[in-house]
């Protein structure tokens, strides 16, 4: 199985140092057969090669069956036209990676502030507010004049069912069986409206999965009130990546978000967070977003290529950091703990191996 991991910027080397270790501890134990290739992408490559997107990229990620992408720096990019490319942007276009599955789940032993939370969000992850996928041609923003700034919202019908089809197959697969979908229906009456029509149709094809409506702002609120009243959230980009941010914090934090981008036949381990820049170099970024990003990737290549190992190893490491996180001794900074990020990747290879 060849994976591809790309470190990325800020803390995005330190993370990923730390997963790939305990990929290669995973692989040795569940004689996986994975070879990882690396690739510089973000700031570093743009000293080297006056790009943040190397050329030789999109064919490695081709030649990937999966890849892991540390977080990118992207507010500190230059425009594109001078090297500045969202590595990130163009490999979910690229493989056409439709949804965004981040699961929000409190972890025993932390103190959350939604302590029995466990959801998973469901983002539309090719279209919406962001300017660099709207549009075939072009930005999808720009300005008419200079007191003028538009943007341009992207809701397709084939977009809205997919992902649609794709959460509710995921809560069909949980004890709730729940779909939630989120909306600004009410003020958004065409676009919002067909997200709403087409998502629903999607989901219908989970015949025994219960549908609810809900706008964006009520439940911005409904997840402080009741977060323990949600299994699967699906809704359109922009509203996912903000509601998924607050659902990370709730259930313990931003480092603890793992994240998939997902399409039909690739798939790409992410954490929700960003790179983190205030903390680049301290050997204090938590690296489980990733480490669990990275679990995710493997059950999805356990589940698409009928690989029960794969599953197995998942498996392993969400148990693994798991039992880390019960115990403040074993945690790193962000979550009141005394491990270094280095250390903390020693650890749990220790835990791994000892399994
Ligand atoms: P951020 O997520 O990088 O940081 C927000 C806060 O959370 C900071 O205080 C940071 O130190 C902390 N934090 C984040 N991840 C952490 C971790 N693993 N361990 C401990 N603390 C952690 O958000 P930002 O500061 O708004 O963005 C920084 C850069 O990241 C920007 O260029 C932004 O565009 C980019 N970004 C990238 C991604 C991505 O690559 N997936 C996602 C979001 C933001």
Known sequence: ??????????IGPEISYVTRKVLEALGERFNLGIELSQQE????????????????????ANDADGIILGPLDTAAYPPADQGGVNVSAVLRKHFDLFANIRPAKSKRGINALAPAMDLVLV???????????TMFSGS???????????????????GSYRIGKAAAAIAAGRPNRKLTIVTKSNALKVSDGLFLEACTKGAAESPNVELEEIHVDAMASLLVRTPNAFDVVVTTNMFGDILSNLANELSGGLGLGGSLNAGSDRAIAQASHGSAPDIEGEDIGNPVALILSTAMLLDWLGEKKSLKV???AALLTHNAVDSMLLDRRT???DLGGDLGTKAFGEKLVKVIKEA
Request: aromatic fraction near 8%.
């Open 1 to 10: 199985m060849k994976l591809l991991l790309l470190d990325g910027d800020g």
């Open 41 to 60: 992408v973000g700031l570093s490559a743009l000293k080297k090669f006056n790009t943040t997107l190397p050329d030789k990229l999109l064919q490695q």
């Open 123 to 133: 983002r539309e992850n090719t279209e919406g507010f962001y300017a660099d996928r």
């Open 140 to 158: 999808g923003e720009f300005m008419p004049t200079s007191d003028l700034a538009l943007s341009i919202r992207k809701i397709s019908r084939d």
């Open 310 to 312: 794969f599953k197995e």
């Open 331 to 333: 945690r790193t900074s």
